[in-house]
């Protein structure tokens, strides 16, 4: 039976007793009550025999968890230190902290057990005002649920050591996201890119960058993270198995390689003989460079270097991309747009969903199918086609079919 006393403050602490721990200690759970104004004091204590009930039948249920008064920031910190590191990456992590400040603004005060769906859907509501950092506008419906996606790793947690019942996050409404279609080179356009790239007096670096870029679908990460004892010449072959990250913490930036995306992103692609001799042109330039630096040449093995030898930092070669498509009238497509480019090309060439999901180092075929649902519509719109025109002649009876008459 819950123990109940009344305090010189005028709230009840409550005290219930569940057995024993493994060490022989008796194991006391405890909080205290404060009565709703205007009751009489014969209803407070009625009111606190009733609340005492439900306390102890939540404790001896095993419902009660003493952690569910942990302030939400503090369980979200211990969340970064235990559990952030064994599930994501550097980068990610970094992320998850730049949306940590936003909402320890909101609710960190809270203790978990008082973190409700309302608490949740106001937090969504104050986000839809907030200008994102990064872009120095209004945060778009993708950026507010991943703000809150992080909001419901950590409470998933609370969930799984019973601190709290339920994550509260999976009742609330997110506002509505419209996805706008990813800007990608038409064939024509492609080849108008290649073409001027090739012909244009520019660093090899960049033909390199962009051509294994279009061909492959590499990721701008992959690319920066190549050396080049990840190429095979004799077998033609280049291995993803690592990435270059720029991450910004404190102000700071720091890179950072790590390993792929995903496990399924280290992955070997073959290369035509015209890219393999790109690269060796590519390599036999850097050597007459390293020799011209001498000393100053920090030789690190990496494709695609600054002047000094030293990896070439992220986002430089978007830069020189956005000038070079502004200076030569083609789309301003980005380096990712590339990849769909080689992607979309893959599947409206009728390659099936588990070689081109291989080839971009997707997690599943069901993340491909996800990402290109479009340009799998048109393959098959293509592949009926296919069909038409081979039964051509079977099919020209068509056209000798009348209207049904109307009887």
């Not at 014969?42 to 942990?70: I, L, N, R, W």
């Not at 608490?119 to 005002?129: K, P, R």
Request: proline share 5%; with cysteine.
């Amino acid at each position: 039976m819950a123990s109940i006393t009344k305090l010189s403050n005028g709230n009840y602490k409550i005290v219930v007793s569940d057995g024993y721990d493994i060490h022989g200690k008796q194991k006391r759970y405890s909080k205290n009550w404060k009565p709703p104004i205007g009751l009489s004091a014969k209803q407070q204590e009625k009111e606190a025999y009733t609340v005492a009930a439900q306390f102890e039948e939540e404790c001896k249920s095993g419902h009660y968890h003493p952690e569910g008064k942990m302030k939400f920031e503090a369980f979200a910190e211990e969340w970064f230190r235990i559990i952030a590191p064994k599930k994501y990456k550097a980068r990610t992590i970094l992320e998850y902290q730049r949306y940590a400040k936003c909402a320890y603004k909101e609710f960190g005060h809270l203790p978990l057990i008082r973190i409700t769906p309302r608490v949740i859907q106001n937090y969504i509501t104050q986000l839809e005002s907030e200008i994102n950092p990064a872009t120095g506008r209004k945060m778009s419906a993708k950026t507010i649920k991943n703000y809150v996606f992080w909001v419901s790793s950590v409470l998933s947690y609370a969930v799984l050591i019973q601190a709290i019942r339920i994550n509260p996050c999976a009742t609330v409404f997110f506002p509505k996201h419209t996805k706008k279609d990813a800007l990608i080179f038409t064939q024509q356009q492609a080849n108008q890119f290649l073409k001027t790239l090739y012909e244009t007096p520019i660093p090899t670096k960049y033909k390199v960058f962009f051509t294994l870029a279009i061909f492959n679908g590499f990721r701008e990460g992959e690319l920066l993270g190549l050396r080049w004892e990840d190429i095979d010449f004799k077998q033609g072959i280049i291995t993803i198995n690592q990435q270059l990250l720029y991450l910004k913490k404190d102000g700071q930036h720091t890179l950072l390689f790590d390993s792929p995306k995903t496990k399924s992103s280290k992955r070997s692609i073959r290369q035509p003989e015209v890219i393999l001799s790109l690269l060796r042109y590519h390599y036999l330039e850097q050597l007459v460079a390293k020799e011209d630096f001498q000393e100053e040449w920090k030789d690190q093995g990496y494709l695609f270097t600054a002047v000094s030898g030293k990896p070439l930092i992220p986002n430089a070669p978007y830069r020189w991309l956005k000038g070079f498509l502004k200076k030569h009238n083609l789309p301003p497509v980005n380096i990712h747009s590339l990849r769909h480019y080689c992607a979309s090309t893959l599947i409206t060439r009728g390659v099936d969903v588990k070689t081109v999901s291989d080839f971009l180092g997707h997690t599943s075929p069901t993340t491909t199918l996800t990402v290109y649902a479009h340009s799998f519509l048109e393959s098959r719109a293509v592949a009926t086609q296919v069909i038409s025109d081979h039964l051509s002649e079977g099919i020209e009876s068509l056209n000798a079919l009348q209207t049904p008459n109307k009887h």
